[in-house]
């Protein structure tokens, strides 16, 4: 079975910096597109950023515009997002998502992503 596996969370003071890495396995193709969705305590699932596969493109929400930033690698199934000037208002838990053309879940849609598949997320709190 194909496994998302999200790393990289932790406790930072706000203003400060994380880096989130994922890493995408056994599904056997190349997913459509990546990216990452969060969801804080008592809060519905928040699209953050996505990135489409061969072409580069890139979408985020409005609330992370100007400080995240995501990248995929040359081998097009490791994703990482970079977050800067974090707030305490970006404590969640992180998925690192994916789409590979089948909907096993509801999907969290981000710009034209449509995020199917998901790990098992790991935690980032934002400290003041």
């Known amino acids: 079975q194909g496994q998302l596996e999200e790393s990289g969370g932790g406790s930072v003071q706000a203003g400060g910096s994380l880096r989130l890495s994922c890493a995408a396995s056994g599904y056997g193709y190349r997913s459509n597109c990546m990216g990452w969705f969060r969801q804080a305590t008592g809060k519905e699932r928040e699209g953050v950023a996505a990135?489409?596969?061969?072409?580069?493109?890139?979408h985020y929400a409005d609330s992370v515009k100007g400080r995240f930033t995501i990248i995929q690698d040359d081998a097009e199934n490791t994703v990482y997002l970079q977050m800067n000037s974090l707030k305490p208002d970006d404590t969640a838990l992180y998925y690192c998502?994916?789409?590979?053309?089948?909907?096993?879940?509801?999907?969290?849609?981000?710009?034209?992503?449509?995020?199917?598949?998901w790990g098992q997320g790991t935690q980032v709190t934002v400290f003041s």
């Open positions: 990135i489409y596969t061969g072409g580069g493109s890139t």
């Open positions: 998502a994916a789409d590979y053309g089948t909907r096993p879940h509801s999907p969290v849609l981000v710009g034209n992503c449509p995020l199917s598949y």
